[in-house]
């Protein structure tokens, strides 16, 4: 069973209200949610890491919560912003693909949103900061698993990994993103269980929003 709630709550007010600095869209973990997973899976002085840092929010909040943070980012704006934000926090720039390489220490809590891709009408590939065209539904979860293969073996024993990640619906084509990443993780960690997120109003074209706990 799951340490986290079986349930957590958001509205899209909160969700709006808490968008970055500079973002161009509302990409991003509520910081409530955040805060409940860091200080439910980690303890003070633990290292907490987001693979895909983004706009820092994990970075942000493990670090007001007295824990280590360490982050890797794809794109460089994103980086030096995080940098300005939590200058605490160790900020790579760097591909979660190449995790292993980019980060050595032992990680109590890894914490992330990983870019979302829905299986048609993607041209974008979500791995390269939706940069590049050449998406591929299919590549793209395989990549996912050797993201979480390093992962897994970044994690202490007994650490956990927390993605949120959502169900899509775009152009009349459902995307199954949190079943389909369940299985990408089990493959190299254990399930703890999936934490729902209730919305009043869900952002975008999601259906379902989730957080998937599993642990090494």
Known sequence: MSPLVTRLFATHDQF???????????????????????????????????????????????????????????????????????????????????????????????????????????????????????GDYARYLRELGLVAAQCAELLVPGGHLVWNVADILHEGDHTPLIDDCVRVLSSHLEQVGVVEISWDRLPHDLTRDALLVFRR
């Open 16 to 134: 709006v209200a808490t968008r970055p600095p500079g973002a161009d869209e509302d990409v991003h973990m509520i910081p409530a949610i955040v805060d409940h997973v860091i200080s439910t899976l980690s303890a003070p002085g633990d290292l907490v890491l987001d693979p895909f840092a983004g706009f820092g929010t994990t970075l942000a909040r493990a670090v007001a919560s007295g824990r280590r943070a360490a982050g890797v980012e794809l794109l460089p704006e994103r980086v030096a912003h995080i940098r300005r934000a939590v200058p605490s926090a160790s900020t790579l720039e760097g591909d979660a693909r190449s995790l292993s390489l980019l980060i050595d220490a032992p990680v109590h809590l890894i914490l992330s949103s990983p870019p979302y891709m829905t299986i048609t009408h993607h041209e974008a590939d979500p791995l390269t900061a939706y940069e590049h065209d050449g």
